[in-house]
T-cell receptor, first 111, second 115 residues
């Protein structure tokens, strides 16, 4: 039973445009949500997170939106750059317990 | 610089042999985790430890064992009982505790190949 879902395995975006990556979850006890970026043969790199008491968090080109009623979060990257091409994982946790990861979305930013 | 060190980067073993993957962190984090990634798949939790001398099984603990004798170290042993041990193994750590929102920090992984 997948508690964290990323329904788009891949996404292609033109350089300079907005990339929107989506994530859905089923466990209403999750209270902290994170996005990671991963290159092949490397560990994931933390990008941005959001607590369940907020609905938006912004850090430079990256913004995460949380819709608790829909159990949905999204990562917006504006503007997208070729260096953003990677696999993006959504993760969630409750009360600092184990972190559950989605299957990932491969983002390709085309020059 | 603080961080998580996994060694070695690449590891080759014959089927039937146990192998231990090293994970050391100098971030003074309480909790440590082991994940496994298979090609085209997400991260699956093997074991995690929130305090020294205590650890819990994750979703795919069968065929693996861990120890947490020191706060800084969380080695993972892949035993001969693990049916499909070839994978990319990731160690991570974080602060824990109520009221602390702290992300997982990952090492650079160990790719284990068993033939």
């Amino acid at each position: 039973d997948q508690q964290v879902k990323q329904n788009s395995p891949s996404l292609s975006v033109q350089e300079g445009r907005i990339s929107i990556l989506n994530c859905d979850y089923t466990n209403s006890m999750f209270d902290y949500f994170l996005w990671y970026k991963k290159y092949p043969a490397e560990g994931p790199t933390f990008l941005i997170s959001i607590s369940s008491i907020k609905d938006k968090n912004e850090d430079g080109r990256f913004t995460v939106f949380l819709n608790k009623s829909a159990k949905h979060l999204s990562l917006h990257i504006v503007p997208s750059q070729p260096g953003d091409s990677a696999v993006y994982f959504c993760a969630a946790t409750s009360y600092g317990q184990n972190f559950v990861f989605g299957p990932g979305t491969r983002l390709s930013v085309l020059p | 610089d603080g961080g998580i060190t996994q060694s070695p980067k690449y590891l080759f073993r014959k089927e039937g042999q146990n192998v231990t993957l090293s994970c050391e962190q100098n971030l003074n984090h309480d909790a440590m985790y082991w994940y496994r990634q298979d090609p085209g798949q997400g991260l699956r939790l093997i074991y995690y430890s929130q305090i020294v001398n205590d650890f819990q099984k994750g979703d795919i603990a069968e065929g693996y064992s861990v120890s947490r004798e020191k706060k800084e170290s969380f080695p993972l042993t892949v035993t001969s009982a693990q049916k499909n041990p070839t994978a990319f193994y990731l160690c991570a750590s974080t602060l824990r505790g109520q009221g602390i929102d702290s992300p997982l920090h990952f090492g650079n992984g160990t790719r284990l190949t068993v033939t």
